[in-house]
């Protein structure tokens, strides 16, 4: 499988989740205020929840329903009641802005 496009930095909103749906896999993008976007997977590892009906602070993403963290760059969390990290995936802005996601190719943990 091959990295898929998903859009551009410009139809980002800062620090708002977007979920995305590649080949069947469910990831929430992110783009903070410096432009850095993070993609990262989009069930939090608490309960069956989206994570990008969330809250973005900073560099980690809330859980709307119990409230746990987890880390846009690392999947861990940074709060209970979750325990295990969500994965990771690698993020491709070419010069356009133009956003690509392999749903396939995680960035390892931290």
């Known amino acids: 499988m091959t990295a898929e496009r998903i859009g551009t930095t410009a139809e980002l909103e800062v620090n708002k989740a977007h979920r995305v749906v590649l080949s069947g896999v469910p990831i929430v993008v992110v783009k903070d205020a410096a432009g850095v976007v993070y993609a990262i997977g ?5 309960g069956d929840i989206s994570l990008a009906e969330g809250f973005v602070e900073d560099d980690a993403i809330e859980c709307w329903a119990h409230g746990s963290m987890f880390s846009l760059t ?7 009641p979750a325990y295990e990290p969500v994965p990771v995936y690698a ?3 070419d010069a356009d802005g133009v956003i690509t996601i ?3 190719e995680k960035v390892a943990v931290s």
């Open 91 to 93: 993020v491709t802005v």
């Open 42 to 46: 989009d069930t939090c590892t608490h």
């Open 102 to 104: 392999d749903p396939n």
């Open 74 to 80: 690392t999947g861990k969390p940074l709060t209970l």
